[in-house]
């Protein structure tokens, strides 16, 4: 036999009811607050509607990737991020605090052998920013194939930098040491 259920109804805003105020099952409405109350047993459980104005917990899905924000048709206009980094598949974009951050911009931080589209690795520019260049890491028979001594950078033209900087030197096959400031160690 169904069971009349009364609805009681809350016009100030934070009134929440009590489970003196309500018997097991009955439900309660908060028209101010726009949430609904319902008696389970001994305790008040709300129910609230899709209000996301000002969420103030974290918004976790139900299943690890298995929902989206957004879609294709119906895409977010910006996104705003107060962390400076973004995870995206355990690669990390990462802001370098130089300042908005968009394509056309500096400040951003990609991963290590980031590719386009196509699959091409991204160029890297050198320290006067207008030259591509490649590391290609130098390993060293004390620090083994594990540990990079240093990265050189190849690129068109010569910066006339030291190969390990002023504290430490360069030693050649036949034991001797590079003591100019500047060698030039490759050049192509």
Known sequence: MPVAIKIKRFETAGDIPNTSELVNG???????????????GSSIVTISGADFSAVGEDIIPDANGTRNLG???????????????INLGGATISSDGTGTVSVSATGVTLPAESK???????????????QVIKKVPFFTA????????????????????????DAHTFTLSDGSTLTDTDPTLFQF
């Open 142 to 165: 004390a620090g083994g194939l594990s540990t990079i001594n240093k990265n050189f950078e190849f690129n068109a033209t010569i910066d006339n930098r030291t190969a390990f900087g």
């Open 71 to 85: 879609s294709s048709s119906k895409r977010f206009a910006e996104l705003f991020l107060a962390g400076e980094t």
């Open 116 to 130: 386009d589209e196509d699959g091409n690795k991204l160029a890297v520019q050198g320290t006067g920013g207008r």
């Open 26 to 40: 009955e439900i309660a409405v908060n028209i101010a607050d726009k949430k609904i109350y319902v008696r389970d």
